[in-house]
């Protein structure tokens, strides 16, 4: 029945299930919501100004950077970012390529400036498995940013905490894609020389056509003369994000979003839920001699978002029993069908909507179906 359903999708996918309630009940009060209100009258402002104020609070945001929700989903901000932070298409950016969405950023700024690669991906496999060190050696001292992704959505791979640049670089603003990490820890701000983050909404903070971007004050006023208004963060950032019509839904869900994190004890509490469930599926993976496999060697980097893993090296004849087994149990959105041919590799996405006892319930199914099918 629809009630058992289970989505580990890897986006969009469900939120928690107090805030799909709250909104529902939005729909059925008196009045107008959010998706019929004009987006200059006061009635949305106070939703707008409460979505920005929570993040900022949630995610402790400093005063000195500008909380903007952006159009174009991540692959806008693939492109808003070399055309808001490289005034000339001969300014160099830098990027770690360490799976397929850096890969995308990267192959995406390639049409705005020029770009330095910092290439991760294995000479043997093909495969991304790593994150680089970031050397000053590696990293051109003129270089209008660096750019690297918090989480590796397809490949598995997660920053949990974000890198350092050294010393002799740390004048170079970080640009970070957390489109599938946002909000599940804490972020260094300044510690880290954050310039610039993004996330796209449709995993842990809301629904697709909204993307979160927050950008440090100083890297305003920067833009190419060709970048597109709607992608101009400083035409956005001086209009308040009311530059053009906002998905205005979409930033009241990200308001709920930040409301239900700060009821349940904050990012830092979140994080711990993160780091609960992701242990429990990779416990079952590595206690299974065998049978389930994941790519990510290195434990510190496995992804507590995205957990890939295979079935008897990929054996295709159980794959399709697993999914149809899980699928009857209502374990849904396990198998994922992206572009980027990475294999036959399920993926479990455990972000914000999914809880404890849901990973439990699927960790408890794999390790039954291990069982039978060994
Ligand atoms: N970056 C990451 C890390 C992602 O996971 C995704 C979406 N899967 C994107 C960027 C692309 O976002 P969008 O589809 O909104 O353009």
């Not at 009060?29 to 200059?40: D, F, I, N, Q, V």
């Not at 770690?96 to 400036?113: F, I, L, P, Q």
């Not at 498995?129 to 209008?144: A, G, Q, R, V, Y």
């Not at 993160?274 to 060697?297: E, H, Q, R």
Request: with cysteine.
């Amino acid at each position: 029945s629809p009630e058992k359903v289970i989505n580990f999708s890897p986006g969009p996918t469900s939120l928690p299930e107090a805030v799909e309630k709250q909104i529902a009940a939005n729909f059925q009060k008196p009045g107008l919501t959010s998706l019929a209100l004009s987006h200059r009258s006061p009635e949305f402002i106070a939703i707008l100004e409460h979505a920005v104020n929570t993040a900022r609070k949630v995610m402790a945001i400093p005063d000195d950077y500008e909380v903007l929700f952006t159009h174009g989903g991540g692959h806008g901000q693939f492109a808003a970012l070399p055309l808001n932070l490289c005034h000339e298409p001969t300014d160099t950016a830098t990027y770690v390529v360490n799976g397929t969405w850096s890969a995308r950023g990267c192959d995406e700024a390639k049409r705005y400036c020029n770009v330095q690669t910092i290439d991760a991906q294995d000479t043997k496999t093909g495969n991304y498995l790593s994150f680089p060190e970031l050397t000053e050696e590696i990293i051109d001292k003129e270089s209008k940013y660096v750019y690297l992704c918090s989480n590796e959505t397809v490949n598995g791979i997660e920053l949990h905490r974000l890198p350092k640049l050294p010393e002799s670089r740390k004048h170079i603003p970080l640009v970070v894609d957390a489109s599938s990490d946002f909000s599940t820890k804490p972020i260094d701000w300044h510690g880290c020389g954050v310039g610039v983050l993004f996330a796209c909404a449709s995993k842990n903070i809301g629904h697709p056509g909204l993307t979160i971007t927050i950008v440090r004050k100083d890297l305003l006023g920067k833009a190419s003369p060709l970048c597109p208004g709607v992608f101009n963060y400083t035409t956005n950032s001086e209009a308040g994000n009311l530059w053009n019509t906002p998905a205005t839904f979409n930033i009241e869900v990200v308001g709920l979003v930040m409301d239900w994190i700060e009821r349940e004890g904050g990012v830092e509490a979140n994080e711990q839920r993160s780091i609960a469930k992701a242990k429990m599926l990779y416990d079952v993976i590595d206690n299974a001699n065998g049978f389930y496999a994941t790519p990510i060697n290195d434990k510190s980097l496995r992804s507590r978002m995205n957990v890939p893993f295979n079935i008897a090296g990929g054996d295709l004849a159980l794959t399709e029993q697993f999914l149809i087994e899980s699928w009857e149990q209502g374990l849904i959105g396990l198998r994922t069908l992206t572009p980027f041919g990475v294999g036959d590799y399920l993926r479990a996405s455990i972000y914000n909507g999914i809880t404890l006892k849901q990973v439990t319930t699927l960790a408890e199914f794999m390790v039954k179906f291990a069982q039978k099918h060994r």
